[in-house]
């Protein structure tokens, strides 16, 4: 980290409530989301220029399979902190993706869903992934939490689908929701902000999606979500305000929330920190360190070990952000072993530099902060 970063990230760690605990958390997003089924279906996007070169989530993410989840534990089961714990995955699932053969017989007039159960089995080939969940869940080495309903914006694909020339409809036919898709009315260049809005009708029916979500998740999971982090941190008070209604009490994310403003117009950016608490008493965490190996050509180890080092200073928790991506390898098994290998030397490191570490969860947090 150069001099500029090094002083940014000390200034950044002074705002927020303190504790002499080290504590360490690993937050990662988009467990549930399909993404990219398979090899094939990648290497045919790519045929027809549908997949560009700069997006790598498009080129690595893919639904997490049993052999990921089966590397993940058996790492996790390496390494104990002061208590006897191992690290602790805060996997934040969305709940549904898109049912793309009933869209389909709509003539694309009609979303339609199906459970992240289904999703599993239909792109697995009847592998029992979620079984594997719930077992990390039981020996606590993963802790999922809410990250929306689907991992994109419903209003807008669906107006992309009826154009017969948009990127989202030459994809369709090949399950892929997820290509940047460039427009006139997305200030965004892909479709994966699912709580975006234009006007007051869309913002209501986002209220509404994220209520579905929740509700499903506690039927998928069997445990109520303590906190909440939006696809791509573009959320509105209105999500955190139902939230506090459902029994949200925190509210993940990075130092910049990304607001929806009316008529396509820029987001508004909202600086939050770790302790903070909003109008509706819910306390933001805030991720305050990175390992996101895979779109890193170098080694990011020292990095997040100076970040960590920069929370523990200022007394914070080290909240560490990893996509989903970094961990599976259906796509390229190679992304998910470096990923693995590189975690495993930042956990030995961490347990040698500071012996009185302490792992946890996002929703263990509540307390402390």
Known sequence: MNLVNHIKHNLLSIKGTRTSRKIVVIESDDWGSIRIPN????????????????????????????????ALYELFNKHRDKNGNSPILTANFLTSNPDFDRIKQSNFQNYFSESIKDSYLRYNENEDTFALIKWGIDNKFMMPQYHGREHLNINLWMKMLQLQDSVSRKSFDYGVFCLDEPSKINKRDNLMAAFDFMDESE???????????????????????????????????????????????????IYNQYIPQMNNNPYKLKFNYNGQTNDFGQK????????????????PLDDCLERIEISFRWGKPAVIGMHRVNFVGNLDEDNRNRTLGILDDLFDKVLKKWPDVEFMSTDQLENII
């Open 203 to 253: 913002k209501a029916s986002k209220v509404e999606i994220f209520e579905q979500g929740f509700r499903e998740f506690e039927n998928i999971f069997g445990h109520k979500s303590k906190s909440f982090i939006a696809p791509c941190y573009v959320s509105h008070e209105s999500l955190e305000k139902k939230g506090s209604e459902l029994g949200i009490n925190l509210i993940q994310g």
């Open 284 to 299: 933001y965490i805030v991720r305050n360190c990175f390992l996101e190996v895979f779109e890193s050509l170098k080694n």
């Open 39 to 70: 090899k094939d279906i990648l290497k045919a996007l790519q045929t027809n220029k549908l997949v560009t070169n700069n997006n790598l989530f498009n080129q690595l993410d893919s639904l997490e399979k049993a052999n990921d989840l089966e």
